[in-house]
């Protein structure tokens, strides 16, 4: 059974910036991507950055080259680096990662992050 485990997450100030981190355990499974999504109260879940096993990135449009995310491959960790902060980044943070076969998606419990003005 995998497990996602997220952490980094908190307060911060309009303008900062909050590291993300997000470990895989309890499997011998290997991932394609490992990724982050948000979910804001009352909005839809989105995309915020995917990085592939070949290390291809893609990111939401609203991060405008605030956000980068790296992985490690073999340790099957994700880092979700966030840098000029805004409040509505204000969400619940969660990490996803899709097995290699692509049979199987999994999702962490996710971490809060709140920017104030």
């Known amino acids: 059974q995998v497990q996602l485990v997220e952490s980094g997450g908190g307060l911060v100030q309009s303008g900062g910036s909050l590291s993300l981190s997000c470990a895989a355990s309890?499997?011998?499974?290997?991932?394609?991507?490992m990724g982050w999504y948000r979910q804001a109260p009352g909005k839809q879940r989105e995309l915020v950055a995917l990085?592939?096993?070949?290390?291809?990135?893609n990111y939401g449009d609203f991060v405008k080259g605030r956000f980068t995310i790296s992985r490690d491959y073999v340790k099957k960790t994700a880092t979700l680096q966030m840098n000029s902060l805004k409040p509505e980044d204000t969400a619940v943070y969660y990490c996803?990662?899709?097995?290699?076969?692509?049979?199987?998606?999994?999702w962490g419990q996710g971490t809060q992050v709140t920017v104030s003005s």
């Open positions: 996803c990662a899709r097995e290699l076969t692509g049979t199987s998606d999994f």
């Open positions: 309890g499997s011998r499974v290997l991932f394609s991507f």
């Open positions: 990085i592939t096993k070949s290390d291809a990135t």
